[in-house]
C-alpha cells in the first residue's frame, strides 16, 4: 500500500511543478494546449490539485500531525475539487480579451 501513496505523491509533486511553470511562464503541458483558454486558471487547478494528493501522501506516511480522518476526507476533497473545476473552467471559459 505504500507504493501507492509515494506514486501519488510524486505525482503530485509532478502536478504541483507543472502548475507552477504555467503561472510563471504560461506554458502548459502539450496534450492540453489545444483546449485551454486560461493558462492561469489551469495552472491554480493544477496546485490546488497537486497539493490535495501530497497532503493525502504525507498524511498516510504519518509525516505531518495527525488530525481527524474526516478533516483529511473533506480538506482533501475539497482542495482536490476545487483544482478540478479550475482546470475544468480554464478550458470552458471563453478567452479573455485584451484591453486594447
Known amino acids: 500500500m505504500a507504493w501507492t501513496a509515494g506514486m501519488g505523491a510524486l505525482l503530485g509533486l509532478l ?49 505531518m500531525p495527525s488530525v481527524s480522518w474526516e478533516a483529511r476526507f473533506l480538506g482533501g476533497n475539497a482542495l482536490l475539487f476545487g483544482g478540478l473545476l479550475l482546470i475544468a473552467f480554464s478550458q470552458l471559459l471563453p478567452p479573455r480579451r485584451s484591453h486594447e
Do not use: E, N, Y
Open 15 to 63: 502536478a504541483i511543478a507543472s502548475g507552477f511553470v504555467t503561472l510563471r511562464t504560461g506554458w502548459i503541458v502539450p496534450t492540453a494546449r489545444r483546449h485551454v483558454t486560461r493558462p492561469r486558471l489551469h495552472g491554480l487547478g493544477a496546485l490546488l490539485t497537486g497539493t490535495s494528493v501530497v497532503l493525502q501522501s504525507l498524511c498516510f506516511f504519518r509525516v
